[in-house]
C-alpha cells in the first residue's frame, strides 16, 4: 500500500458525461501528479499540482481539468467523455517537486 | 520528442533464470530514471538513478544507469513467480517534474 488513495475504483459512464475522480497523496506530500494508463498509449502524463498549483502539464485534453485543494486532496474532472477516454487513471504523489512518485491503485473509467 | 524505449516487450523465464531488463532513452535535460514494478494495477517505485546514483541494489534487483549511452538495465537474479509482472522505466527531465515511461517489459516467470 503506497499510502496514495484514489475514488472511486470503478466507474461506468456513458458518452457525453462528466465525471470527477478523486485522489488524497500520502501524508506530507505536496506534489500531485495525474498518469492515463491505456493499452495501446501505456503511461501518460496529464497534470502536476505542487501545493495548490499546477506546475506541470503533458497532454491533456481540454475537455479534463484538474485542481488541487488546500488540504492537498486533488480531483481530475474529465467531461463530455468518448468511448477513447476509457482507460485507468492513476494519481502518484511525491514529497517535493522531483522525488520518486509513489501510485495510487487508480481508477478504471469506462465510457460506454 | 522525448521518447523512453523498453526492450524486450516481454519475456518468459523459468524460476531461477536471470534476467536483464533495457531502457533506453532520448530526453532533453535528463534528471533522474525511474524503475516501477506494475502486477495488478498501480505501479510500485522500486529504484531511482541520477548522475549522483549510478548504481542500486536491493536484494535479487539491481539496476544501473549508463549515461554515456542512454540507458539503464535491470537486472533480476533468481527469479520467482512472484516477479512475474509489468516492469515500466520512466525518466524524469530538469526544469519539468513530469515523468515519461516506456511502455513496459512483460515478464512471465514459469515454476
Known amino acids: 500500500d503506497s499510502g496514495v488513495t484514489q475514488t472511486p475504483k470503478h466507474l461506468i459512464t456513458a458518452t457525453g458525461q462528466r465525471v470527477t475522480l478523486r485522489c488524497s497523496p500520502r501524508s506530507g506530500d505536496l506534489s500531485v501528479y495525474w498518469y492515463q494508463q491505456s493499452l495501446d498509449q501505456g503511461l501518460q502524463f496529464l497534470i502536476q499540482?505542487?501545493?495548490?498549483?499546477?506546475?506541470a502539464k503533458g497532454n491533456i485534453l481540454e475537455r479534463f481539468s484538474a485542481q488541487q485543494f488546500p488540504d492537498l486532496h486533488s480531483e481530475l474532472n474529465l467531461s463530455s467523455l468518448e468511448l477513447g477516454d476509457s482507460a485507468l487513471y492513476f494519481c502518484?504523489?511525491?514529497?517535493?517537486?522531483?522525488?520518486?512518485?509513489?501510485f495510487g491503485p487508480g481508477t478504471r473509467l469506462t465510457v460506454l | 520528442e522525448d521518447k523512453v524505449v523498453q526492450s524486450p516487450l516481454s519475456l518468459v523465464v523459468h524460476e531461477g533464470d536471470t534476467v536483464t531488463l533495457n531502457c533506453s532513452y532520448e530526453?532533453?535535460?535528463?534528471?533522474?530514471l525511474l524503475w516501477y514494478k506494475q502486477e495488478k494495477k498501480a505501479p510500485t517505485f522500486l529504484f531511482m538513478l541520477t548522475s549522483s546514483g549510478i548504481e542500486k541494489k536491493s536484494g535479487r534487483l539491481s539496476s544501473i544507469l549508463d549515461k554515456k549511452e542512454l540507458s539503464s538495465i535491470l537486472n533480476i537474479t533468481a527469479t520467482q513467480t512472484g516477479d512475474s509482472a509489468i516492469y515500466l522505466c520512466a525518466v524524469g527531465q530538469g526544469g519539468s517534474e513530469k515523468l515519461v515511461f516506456g511502455k513496459g517489459t512483460k515478464l512471465t516467470v514459469n515454476p
Open positions: 530526453v532533453t535535460n535528463f534528471r533522474s
Open positions: 502518484a504523489s511525491s514529497a517535493t517537486l522531483i522525488g520518486e512518485q509513489f
Open positions: 499540482y505542487y501545493n495548490g498549483e499546477e506546475r
